[in-house]
């Protein structure tokens, strides 16, 4: 078989040749510009989080969680200090990179960065929500309709669960703490849950919220922080693959996806369980603010 030598290539091959060289850093350039271009404030950082399935940018919102925003920021950079006991040192490392979309839950959520999956644990300290519930409505929402059916935002499933979620708060806050105190306090009982709203209900759970900020709901691109309760937020975060407002108070808004949620949606093309190692689990290779 003949051997081809660049002479004897046609000037249509060269052609192809440089319009692939030129347009493979454009088309990776227009990435940016599209998610610079789709950012709500330019003054807010840009990520740029690189998956093993692709990138995706993300703009902080600073103004509506600036301490929350500020960590994060911090540990993608290796700007907060962490002390290994094993090693008798301390580290600064870019806290993200390497780890894994250990939770995936398809046309749900993906989540990275739990503290659980890294040698180093979690930051200290926790830090506070960054939530205003008034702004998200929660005020004005009841927990029960006047039927007295329960408000589908809650996402109560059975009986028992709402007993959990509702009434054990409820009878704590009006110092109900034996069986024998439910019948006095019948009335007073039904009085409150026809009052209670939800984000009363949040407050009985511990949950507090500030008024001063601006908050937004989760909805299909937020990037929201993950956490075993109220004012427990770490390095965890999650990114939303559908509106879910059944968390909206509950979860510190840090974030929305501005360009690659494509990306974010193959991730989660394959469920996770966290419990157990997955070697399909997609990788996050790094997280750098780019502007």
Not at 163 to 176: K, Q
């Amino acid at each position: 078989m003949p051997r081809f030598s660049p002479t004897d290539r046609s000037a249509g091959f060269w052609f192809a040749l440089v319009l692939l060289l030129t347009l493979s850093p454009r088309s990776s350039y227009a990435d940016l510009t599209t998610a610079r271009q789709a950012m709500e404030d330019q003054a807010n950082p840009l990520m740029l989080m690189t998956t093993s399935q692709g990138a995706i940018y993300m703009e902080l919102l600073a103004n509506e969680a600036p301490d929350n925003v500020a960590r994060f920021i911090e540990l993608a950079e290796g700007q907060v200090e962490f002390f290994d006991e094993v090693a008798n040192a301390t580290f600064t490392p870019r806290y993200y990179d390497g780890m894994r979309f250990h939770r995936v839950l398809p046309g749900f959520v993906i989540q990275g960065g739990s503290p659980s999956y890294h040698p180093l644990g979690a930051p200290e300290p926790m830090l506070a929500d960054e939530i205003n519930a008034t702004a998200l409505g929660l005020d004005r929402l009841p927990v029960l309709s006047e039927d007295g059916s329960i408000n589908p935002m809650l996402n109560v499933g059975n009986q028992e669960e709402f007993a959990r979620r509702v009434l054990v708060p409820l009878y704590r806050e009006l110092g109900i703490e034996t069986v024998s105190e439910l019948d006095p306090a019948e009335d007073d009982i039904v009085t409150n849950l026809r009052g209670l709203t939800v984000m009363r209900l949040y407050e009985y759970e511990g949950y507090s919220y500030r008024s001063e900020l601006q908050t937004r709901g989760i909805s299909r691109g937020t990037v929201a922080l993950a956490n075993d309760g109220p004012n427990r937020n770490g390095p965890e975060f999650f990114i939303a693959l559908r509106n879910a407002d059944w968390l909206n108070g509950r979860h510190t808004v840090i974030g929305r996806v501005v360009e690659g949620m494509d990306i974010a949606d193959r991730i989660s093309g394959v469920a996770i369980d966290p419990t157990a190692f997955n070697p399909q689990s997609s990788i996050i290779y790094s997280i750098r603010r780019i502007n």
